[in-house]
């Protein structure tokens, strides 16, 4: 692997959008408005598209989802709940936004404006509807937990935490169904806990996507720079997010490209982790053939240029399309993806490029892969998924330099985790498009190396969204790996 990406080198990129804060004009949290029907006509989806405000109705469905939870507390301005002799410890869950970035962006009219080191700190608020700051630092947005009361993890303060991190396109949103199980099999561990939208993706700040661009002038990067640089984006964030909180080590639990991303987080700041729990993780088996030629070899056209909302912006130049898919063996739509997905374009862009179709392609999704919630639940899902998507493009831009088409790493974990000495879980659906083969062979590597505490773990019933397909086996598993911890 190339040399880690300098802290300073994202420093350079404009943040697309700011740190969310309350408003003092929000509405009180018995007024949250609910989630809209998914749209069954292409009527209801043009309506949907117009109406449609993503930050605030991103904001909006995420409080949905958490208001599931008992523990969840929406507004800042309300206290812990008091400890009883039946409850000593109450469980609390509070939105955070944590700056990881005490420098403002380059058009902020003067550095002085620039917060303390103490505002690094971790913040607490409501975020309901929201306003934005007129210089903001970058910030990674979660949810935390911990427990109330003399003795309780809040009252502790451990330097030891759980983290659960989400997969690509996606947010912390999404495990609503398994984030009352963390917090509370956390707090039996001793531990604060937190579920975080990764940098670029759900209300984390979204930088320009010109942090995946090969370095100016740089023509026949290697593989191993531009999966490198695609990774230090996101688990430099985290390893700022760490130090903001004064963590010393921390649980890792990731999801798909979340789950990838914890294992290279553990092999660059491996003192950092103290165990991995991997839930379908994407680009662990071995490529079965050589990875394809990198995007900068090709001299593909840059990612920024189609980094755009706008169906416009989703199509490549002139001079990009006479360099188009060439006959081939292959059937001519396979090739053309193969081919876009070295362009670097994002199948979010696409999305969002389908204007006023884009509402009804996102509830079909919805209702199809979700079938098994409740009615309620799949259109909380599904403006959640459709608020997440339709975000200025910023993350979601990582994907095609860190897998190749076909959706292969482009440096597979398998081959890069020998030396792992943390234990280790990877946890699949027995329906999963992941394969546990993957898994399965990265853990007989590692015993081979002197890490016996490895294991793959089959779910039943579970696709590739184990925590909604499964939830009751995959709380089961939290509860198991993490009550124990007592650090």
């Known amino acids: 692997?190339?040399?880690?990406?300098?802290?300073?080198?994202?420093?350079?990129?404009?943040?697309?959008?700011?740190?969310?804060?309350?408003?003092?004009?929000?509405?009180?949290?018995?007024?949250?408005?609910?989630?809209?029907?998914?749209?069954?006509?292409?009527?209801?989806?043009?309506?949907?598209?117009?109406?449609?405000?993503?930050?605030?109705?991103?904001?909006?469905?995420?409080?949905?989802?958490?208001?599931?939870?008992?523990?969840?507390?929406?507004?800042?301005?309300?206290?812990?709940?008091?400890?009883?002799?039946?409850?000593?410890?109450?469980?609390?869950?509070?939105?955070?936004?944590?700056?990881?970035?005490?420098?403002?962006?380059?058009?902020?009219?003067?550095?002085?404006?620039?917060?303390?080191?103490?505002?690094?700190?971790?913040?607490?608020?409501?975020?309901?509807?929201?306003?934005?700051?007129?210089?903001?630092?970058?910030?990674?947005?979660?949810?935390?937990?911990?427990?109330?009361?003399?003795?309780?993890?809040?009252?502790?303060?451990?330097?030891?935490?759980?983290?659960?991190?989400?997969?690509?396109?996606?947010?912390?949103?999404?495990?609503?169904?398994?984030?009352?199980?963390?917090g509370e099999a956390?707090?039996?561990?001793?531990?604060?806990?937190?579920?975080?939208?990764?940098?670029?993706?759900?209300?984390?700040?979204?930088?320009?996507?010109?942090?995946?661009?090969?370095?100016?002038?740089?023509?026949?990067?290697?593989?191993?720079?531009?999966?490198?640089?695609?990774?230090?984006?996101?688990?430099?964030?985290?390893e700022e997010w760490r130090k903001a909180g004064g963590y010393d080590t921390m649980t890792l639990l990731g999801h798909s490209l979340g789950g990838y991303l914890s294992v290279a987080y553990a092999l660059k700041y491996p003192e950092r982790v103290d165990k991995l729990i991997l839930i379908s993780p994407a680009g662990v088996p071995l490529n079965p053939e050589p990875a394809p030629v990198s995007a900068a070899q090709q001299e593909l056209k840059p990612r920024t240029e189609i980094a755009s909302s706008s169906a416009a912006d989703s199509t490549p130049s002139k001079e990009v399309q006479k360099e188009g898919p060439k006959p081939g063996s292959r059937p001519r739509l396979r090739q053309f993806a193969a081919w876009a997905w070295e362009q670097g374009w994002s199948p979010f862009g696409i999305l969002r490029g389908l204007g006023p179709f884009a509402p009804r392609v996102v509830g079909l999704y919805s209702t199809r892969r979700f079938e098994g919630l409740t009615e309620e639940e799949v259109r909380d899902v599904h403006s959640y998924i459709y608020s997440t998507s339709m975000a200025k493009g910023s993350g979601e831009y990582c994907i095609s330099s860190i897998l190749a088409p076909g959706a292969v790493a482009r440096l597979p974990m398998a081959a890069r985790m020998d030396n792992v000495k943390v234990p280790t879980r990877f946890i699949y659906g027995d329906k999963d498009w992941m394969d546990p083969k993957g898994g399965m062979e990265a853990c007989r590597r590692m015993k081979l190396n002197g890490n016996k505490d490895v294991k793959t773990i089959v779910v039943p019933k579970a696709g590739h969204h184990i925590y909604l397909d499964n939830p009751t086996r995959m709380n089961e598993l939290l509860m198991e790996e993490l009550k124990e911890v007592r650090a």
């Open 186 to 238: 956390s707090s039996l561990g001793g531990r604060r806990a937190f579920a975080l939208d990764w940098l670029g993706m759900g209300l984390s700040s979204r930088p320009s996507p010109k942090a995946f661009d090969p370095p100016s002038g740089v023509k026949n990067e290697s593989v191993e720079d531009r999966v490198s640089r695609a990774e230090n984006f996101f688990i430099d964030s985290l």
């Open 1 to 182: 692997m190339s040399s880690p990406l300098p802290s300073a080198a994202l420093l350079d990129l404009p943040d697309e959008r700011h740190p969310l804060t309350p408003n003092v004009d929000s509405p009180p949290p018995s007024l949250l408005p609910p989630s809209k029907a998914v749209p069954t006509t292409f009527g209801s989806s043009i309506s949907a598209w117009w109406k449609h405000n993503s930050e605030k109705e991103m904001a909006h469905a995420e409080e949905r989802l958490l208001r599931r939870l008992p523990s969840f507390i929406p507004s800042d301005l309300t206290p812990d709940p008091t400890p009883t002799p039946s409850n000593p410890h109450p469980l609390v869950a509070r939105v955070l936004s944590t700056s990881i970035d005490p420098h403002l962006e380059p058009s902020s009219a003067s550095s002085s404006l620039a917060p303390s080191p103490a505002s690094s700190s971790l913040k607490v608020h409501h975020h309901g509807l929201l306003k934005h700051k007129q210089a903001s630092p970058r910030h990674l947005h979660g949810v935390g937990f911990y427990t109330a009361g003399a003795g309780g993890t809040k009252a502790s303060g451990g330097k030891s935490v759980n983290v659960l991190l989400h997969g690509y396109g996606a947010a912390l949103g999404f495990f609503f169904m398994n984030l009352q199980t963390f």
